[in-house]
């Protein structure tokens, strides 16, 4: 009789959810595997479009919400929430038990749960390690790589990192990045209803014309400039005044400066052109970018999925600064010039052909079966040196 | 005219302090350098031998004394003890504002320090990087590393490993360990006074003949085990029947295991040849392992100040598994059979010549110059790809 | 010389602030008296108007501002908040040493600060004491007084109840409650531009000309239904069509369900006669309820300040059930008939003459008075039997 | 079909539970109730005798053990603790999801229990509420009464004074203390082998001659003298030089303090007469203060149990100033003359009759069958006018 392995994934954004819904899918379904799921940070939050909702939706019932976020918008309250996030996992994981905790990516939640995990002698699994972004949070996923025990990784270059870093090169994946796998399979349809299932607010936007998508997100280390940074994207877009699906930002230091102005402007303004959402489905979200003429911001979407999808993307700052990307990005600084002049020259150049840099859509599976399989021994890792 | 730099050292422990007292002093007499010290951990606690009291007298006053160690003896209380540490770091770092945070090595707290600091876009510093121990605290040590912006190590081949990891070369400096400018600077003359200056249980112990020293602290990932593994150390102890000094373990997992096995063959027993302190100033405790006759568990002492000093040393077990050595250490499994030979062959072998693998002595002033020079800029960080 | 005394004073809400602030300024000036000043809760968050700003514009600047809402919108969440309260008010209070903790009236930051204080054998003064209110608040008040050891209570019936609970009778002061006496001291002419001076949203108020106001909290025992009675009271208003000022309620387990039924009607009806605003400075709170027609609701505010200016009332529901009410307050069923029904009668009838049930509006002199005075002693307290 | 009600107790420290064994013991073999046990604070920790092991061998299993105690010993990590408390407590509740939570007596886990538990809406019953005791916990305990919708109270004194502060009539219960239960099913013998199933330490102690039993805790608002308080009552011990049975206090701040002093004479004095145990089982406590020739300190027992048992008494110091006592206690001053004089009063008086004032022995069934039955209604409370 075999016992199943205990897999507990943490989900801890909307984002989260889409890089890792296509693991769940394929630890629900696989026979060595009882998945265990928790929710938490912002993807229990309704101001951050309860994801927790579409989690149930598609089927994956969460053993625990934990609430950890502390209002307020400040380094201080995300060091508390982090504190707070160590205690409510810890108390998670000893009910649960896991034999793995699966973290995704590279936010304050993730390290939280890499840290209680390893405390607990459990092992962790970890994707996304490697990858290099220019934010503060690229430290927190180095971090959460030395504290991981299997490590699943989006590229080739990510790869050489972990590696570099000591890891075990038996324990180090090259699986793709599993957000690719949902968009693989995805009927790109974008029918006029898939909007009315949203709530938003502002003009209404026709999907069968032309239309600009907008995600920008605070830069933790920039988190006081927030707000000046919005205003120059407010600005190239006015300028541009295309129909434009504006997202509300991830959660973090400086998201309210950026939810103040972009309410002002509305308020002040009222653009005809301007339609705000607070998120979409993991699906919807694909063909919406799939679909638009220009996805534009500092979300990693534009170079992941974006470079899967050929979408021309306008990526605006530091925030992705080191980030690999495809021929389908350009650059521009935070200035609403040079905003406006990159999302004119993708305008022009229009789709670009698919690359499978960060994925090939089939990474679910693949992470599922090392889940399931990997010899786990000892929680104590050792460094390898590389000569 | 010039603005000093605040510098913040947090002490956790005694051992923290035995490590980083050189810098203290360093940095307290340098120009350019406003100290700042936060006492935490088991460094407040009287159980741990109030090591507060010790720094005072030695004119280091806390600038704050933060509680968190949640009493119990699991890993579920280290996690949150740790999500607490990172709450109250962060008040008394936003109290403090400091321009650097320095950590200690590689225990829950000093993560802590580290992620509470990194959070708050204050540069961390970092001792002892790159040091790998064989336990679960050296995965700690990395992850402290990769949030780090300044890194003093110890080795050369530390150096090596924190370069691997991809940090800056320009911020890794090989220092040496300030643990061993405290006895390189030291009279290491044992008056018959010196243990009666300690509360301690048991025989009384005669310093001018030959003794033994013992200090044996739980293996983290194997803490239920804690005890077990104390019974053979007494066992070797028992046989050896040699006057012994010997030390309570440091607070962690397990550690109530060793106690209670300690104080259940002391009143069992009764032996007249054993005494036990709670600790030792860093000189005092300096100066007895200079003069034993060997130093026997797993205190990294052994292998470090051990070397520095030509103390015969039996490492016991796998706390210290791939830690550098010199020829002073032999290994020991955690059999009284096995550490029984060692012993016997230290003690036929005697003293060793002084070996500067861990420092030269002179670390304190080189950290404290850094500090007060090291440009800082901005809290990101950058990988450093290694080809 | 005399040493002046430390007054700590905990402000928690904007509700707070308002209720406090006279006894602020008579402290400020009070030549034995030393403020200090801690802004928390909901007091600090900009989604509820960022009390702290007007704190600091009337020249009380906050000692120190401390973040303890957990985000969530449910009892458990409104638990850790409480822990984290006391845990967070219990530094500030090491910190800054006040000789008394003041702390106001009944909410879940205001037992948190009362057991911290305590715990801390500080002295804790409480203003309204004794007034009992119909909602599971009553029950935290209560237990605030029996932890209280200077009662500042506002009512004759008010001070007979803290009486009988077996409080000391030399240390329950009958001062009136110190919200009055801004009012009492305000020019009460409505500018034209005094709604400029806020954001708000919806349509314009002419201010000259009959208006509603409309302020209803969550009742705590009963908030998963706090959508369904909000859409009640909405209905009533869109009934009376009257030009209309609508308050976002206080933070608390169902807020988020009135929020969102408020959101769903402005955006599908887009009423005209229909402003929602975030909040006022407590003058300004003044001066709009002195003016309008009618104020509608559950907030106190409507049987308190309303009795001293004699502003007709319509009070819904439980939340107030049994408190203390002059004859300016008409009750209604949570149902949108009772609520229009009342309105009108109260339209019909139009103002009240000024009662003084609640307080004369010298309350704030007569409490900094006592507290530059009242001998302190032993924290220890002592039960009055009662024959 | 009938749903079994859920009722959970809180078991915070061993005095705890002896209070509500019995209480436990009715609720498991009662048909309408299904029990749940939480054990928290000391009753969770070694250092505390563990009390946990003791209910295990008793048949009761905790549902859920949580940590609390930040280890310390000072007013603010007794602040913390609570905060903790709050917040682990509240998790537990969500979990297991009770009807009712029973709460004992008067520390600050019981307020904690309390404040969770009432915050989120369930019904908390409390033992022991209207006694008076002349220490901090007094107006802790008054507080929670105020926050409790079920009281079982002991005495008829006890019964006016929860009356008196405004609780219905309809909810208070006098049930007598179920400590009685236990207390009167017991057989009393004193075997030989009683003191040898406990981990002592000091010189034997033979049971068949009359022996001195010595209890102590800290006062709470005196916490900074409870070791010269302490060394009073030793050195009236070491004058009476009588064999003495001693228990360690319980945690609270100035416990380390005791420990201290007590531990310094053992190693000094090496007393011939002097035995020192951690805890005893319920059962045996009792057996031994039966058997005691005087009962010393300022535990509560010798007052409560000490009057039904008839154990002449000596009770020290202001701890149980207020309380309630029988003929049987004679109380002294904190100063070894006093203590000295009046335990040779009491051993020339000998024992006393038994006096049914704080119970009859049937507390726990009374207790259970109000548990099972009381109707539960609204959580909101109402305040009672007494007139």
Chains 1, 2, 3, 4 share one sequence.
Not at 230 to 245: D, F, H, N, S
Not at 318 to 339: K, L, M, P, T
Request: hydrophobic share 40%; net charge neutral; glycine share 6%.
């Amino acid at each position: 009789m075999t016992v199943r392995r205990k897999v507990c994934v943490v989900v801890a954004s909307r984002a989260n959810y889409g890089r890792i819904k296509s693991v769940l899918a394929s630890c629900r379904s696989h026979p060595n595997i009882e998945l265990q799921i928790i929710a938490t940070a912002s993807a229990v939050l309704s101001r951050f479009g309860h994801v927790v909702e579409v989690m149930r939706r598609d089927g994956f019932s969460p053993d625990a919400n934990i609430h950890v976020v502390l209002e307020g918008n400040s380094p201080l309250t995300m060091v508390k929430s982090t504190g707070f996030a160590i205690q409510e996992l810890g108390t998670a994981f000893e009910l649960l038990r896991p034999d793995i905790v699966l973290t995704v990516a590279d936010r304050y939640e993730t390290l939280a749960t890499a840290v209680a995990a390893s405390y607990m002698n459990i092992h962790v699994a970890h994707t996304q390690g490697g990858e290099v972004t220019g934010s503060i949070d690229e430290s927190v996923r180095h971090a959460i790589t030395k504290l991981s025990h299997l490590h699943f990784v989006t590229t080739a270059l990510s790869k050489a990192r972990v590696l570099q870093m000591g890891e075990d090169p038996s324990r180090v994946y090259l699986t793709g990045c599993p957000a690719m796998d949902a968009v693989d399979q995805l009927d790109m349809a974008l029918t006029p209803e898939l909007l009315e299932k949203y709530d938003g607010t502002g003009a209404p936007i026709d999907l069968s014309r032309p239309y600009l998508m907008v995600l920008q997100h605070p830069v933790t280390t920039e988190h006081q400039s927030a707000g000046e940074q919005i205003v120059e994207t407010i600005e190239a877009a006015r300028r541009l005044a295309m129909p434009t699906l504006w997202l509300w930002p991830n959660i973090d230091a400086g998201t309210d400066h950026i939810s103040y102005q972009l309410r002002q402007f509305c308020e002040v303004e009222k653009p005809s052109w301007l339609r705000i959402h607070r998120n979409f489905s993991v699906e919807d979200y694909a063909r919406l970018i799939n679909g638009c003429a220009c996805l534009i911001g500092n979300s990693s979407s534009a170079l992941r999925e974006g470079a899967f999808l050929g979408t021309p993307a306008v990526n605006i700052g530091s925030r992705q600064r080191n980030r690999e990307r495809g021929a389908n990005v350009i650059d521009a600084d935070s200035r609403a010039d040079d905003i406006e002049t990159a999302v004119r020259a993708q305008l022009r150049h229009g789709r670009y052909p698919r690359d499978a840099l960060f994925g090939d859509g089939k990474a679910g599976r693949r992470i599922a079966d090392i889940l399931s399989t990997a010899e786990l021994g000892s929680a104590q890792k050792q460094f390898f040196d590389v000569r």
